[in-house]
């Protein structure tokens, strides 16, 4: 019996916020996969070492958990704006699909960085030293993020002494600005109220903000579901029970929101709507060790992602917070003091994080013009991917 060879395929291997991806040229995958559809999606899923029974990708490039289960696929714009084209694929571990319905907010803070590396921005337009500006067209939810690119002799400048509270090692601090975040599609607020009550049969009835805006995401105060909003992982992912009634919230909320019309279709978007629990300041010690200060934070903000509590805060989430955040009168606002507010920093099981919005009310109507956020991002490994044919 004989068996094809590998093929292998160019692609880096990136850190973004506290993420980590494989990226790809588009050019560079496959002809077959160089379209949307089962082959793409049967390629990246092997890349990544998906679906795992095992839940431990040890056969890819995967590291078993949400914020390491990812792909990125990028392209030279032609729409004469933008310099790259970005589309997201969130892999699932255990099971055999890939999610295009978000954006990744982490690995946003990749993409410029990878952009200038693969040749994709002209020469010219990049400074010897300084900032170099990178617009980018997000085409799974169709907006623009600009990023801000240190440059040192003409090369990206990837260390530096900028922290990030998730990610071990300081690195070069990378701003984006996320454009319009809330989805034309669909109302700011899909059900036109900053709070509504979101029914959960057999489990109870919540307070809820759902919003559309970096990712959809539904918020409820920590107390009303029996947290205090200082949780870490192990209080949270080691318990079956707990992880299936999130699930269930997450799915009526998605329902209510109007992104699926059964409750059995959130099966199949892991991905959106994020379920995120919010709480007013309080002193505890983050996963690292370091005490977070009460007075250091305006609010507490955890997050569940692929039916996980995340370790530290989606990017995207971070926009939905800081877009809520800045509309008085939310679950999100109100945690953090109620007003008006052009930024906050909430404590997340990592440590902190600073996010800003600027958010406008017209007749009646809230809108957000941008979300302002810093990461850091580096190349990890570059060459190629083996991938059985």
């Given at each position: 019996?004989?068996?094809?060879?590998?093929?292998?395929?160019?692609?880096?291997?990136?850190?973004?916020?506290?993420?980590?991806?494989?990226?790809?040229r588009l050019q560079d995958l496959p002809t077959e996969?160089?379209?949307?559809?089962?082959?793409?999606?049967?390629?990246?899923?092997?890349?990544?070492?998906?679906?795992?029974?095992?839940?431990?990708?040890?056969?890819?490039?995967?590291?078993?958990?949400?914020?390491?289960?990812?792909?990125?696929?990028?392209?030279?714009?032609?729409?004469?704006?933008?310099?790259?084209?970005?589309?997201?694929?969130?892999?699932?571990?255990?099971?055999?699909?890939?999610?295009?319905?978000?954006?990744?907010?982490?690995?946003?803070?990749?993409?410029?960085?990878?952009?200038?590396?693969?040749?994709?921005?002209?020469?010219?337009?990049?400074?010897?030293?300084?900032?170099?500006?990178?617009?980018?067209?997000?085409?799974?939810?169709?907006?623009?993020?600009?990023?801000?690119?240190?440059?040192?002799?003409?090369?990206?400048?990837?260390?530096?002494?900028?922290?990030?509270?998730?990610?071990?090692?300081?690195?070069?601090?990378?701003?984006?600005?996320?454009?319009?975040?809330?989805?034309?599609?669909?109302?700011?607020?899909?059900?036109?109220?900053?709070?509504?009550?979101?029914?959960?049969?057999?489990?109870?009835?919540?307070k809820a903000t759902m919003i559309n805006s970096g990712?959809?995401?539904?918020?409820?105060?920590?107390?009303?579901?029996?947290?205090?909003?200082?949780?870490?992982?192990?209080?949270?992912?080691?318990?079956?029970?707990?992880?299936?009634?999130?699930?269930?919230?997450?799915?009526?909320?998605?329902?209510?929101?109007?992104?699926?019309?059964?409750?059995?279709?959130?099966?199949?978007?892991?991905?959106?709507?994020?379920?995120?629990?919010?709480?007013?300041?309080?002193?505890?010690?983050?996963?690292?060790?370091?005490?977070?200060?009460?007075?250091?934070?305006?609010?507490?903000?955890?997050?569940?992602?692929?039916?996980?509590?995340?370790?530290?805060?989606?990017?995207?989430?971070?926009?939905?917070?800081?877009?809520?955040?800045?509309?008085?009168?939310?679950?999100?606002?109100?945690?953090?003091?109620?007003?008006?507010?052009?930024?906050?920093?909430?404590?997340?099981?990592?440590?902190?994080?600073?996010?800003?919005?600027?958010?406008?009310?017209?007749?009646?109507?809230?809108?957000?013009?941008?979300?302002?956020?810093?990461?850091?991002?580096?190349?990890?490994?570059?060459?190629?991917?083996?991938?059985?044919?």
């Amino acid at each position: 019996m004989s068996f094809a060879p590998q093929i292998k395929v160019a692609a880096t291997y990136m850190r973004g916020g506290t993420s980590k991806g494989v990226f790809f040229r588009l050019q560079d995958l496959p002809t077959e996969a160089q379209t949307a559809g089962g082959v793409r999606d049967n390629l990246l899923m092997r890349v990544i070492g998906s679906p795992d029974p095992y839940a431990k990708q040890t056969d890819g490039m995967g590291g078993a958990t949400s914020s390491t289960s990812k792909t990125v696929i990028v392209a030279k714009a032609d729409d004469g704006e933008h310099d790259v084209n970005y589309l997201f694929g969130q892999v699932a571990i255990d099971k055999a699909f890939v999610d295009w319905s978000g954006n990744c907010g982490n690995l946003s803070s990749a993409v410029g960085a990878f952009a200038i590396h693969s040749g994709f921005i002209d020469a010219k337009k990049l400074p010897q030293n300084g900032i170099a500006t990178v617009k980018i067209w997000q085409q799974n939810i169709g907006k623009t993020i600009i990023a801000k690119i240190p440059m040192t002799k003409g090369e990206v400048q990837e260390t530096g002494n900028f922290e990030l509270d998730g990610v071990t090692f300081p690195a070069a601090e990378i701003e984006l600005e996320f454009i319009d975040p809330a989805d034309k599609s669909a109302s700011l607020f899909p059900t036109g109220n900053l709070v509504d009550d979101l029914i959960v049969p057999d489990v109870g009835t919540f307070k809820a903000t759902m919003i559309n805006s970096g990712i959809p995401t539904i918020f409820v105060n920590a107390e009303d579901i029996g947290y205090h909003g200082t949780e870490l992982q192990d209080d949270i992912n080691n318990d079956e029970q707990v992880l299936a009634r999130f699930e269930t919230i997450r799915a009526y909320g998605a329902v209510k929101m109007g992104l699926i019309r059964d409750i059995s279709e959130a099966k199949q978007r892991q991905h959106t709507p994020k379920i995120a629990f919010v709480s007013q300041p309080k002193t505890y010690q983050a996963s690292s060790g370091k005490t977070i200060i009460e007075t250091d934070v305006d609010l507490l903000v955890r997050a569940m992602s692929m039916g996980k509590l995340h370790h530290a805060m989606m990017g995207t989430a971070a926009v939905a917070i800081g877009t809520a955040a800045a509309i008085p009168g939310t679950l999100v606002n109100l945690a953090a003091g109620g007003g008006e507010k052009q930024s906050v920093r909430f404590g997340h099981p990592s440590g902190t994080l600073k996010v800003g919005a600027a958010a406008t009310k017209i007749d009646s109507q809230w809108s957000v013009d941008k979300a302002i956020m810093s990461r850091t991002a580096r190349i990890l490994m570059e060459g190629w991917v083996r991938v059985p044919n």
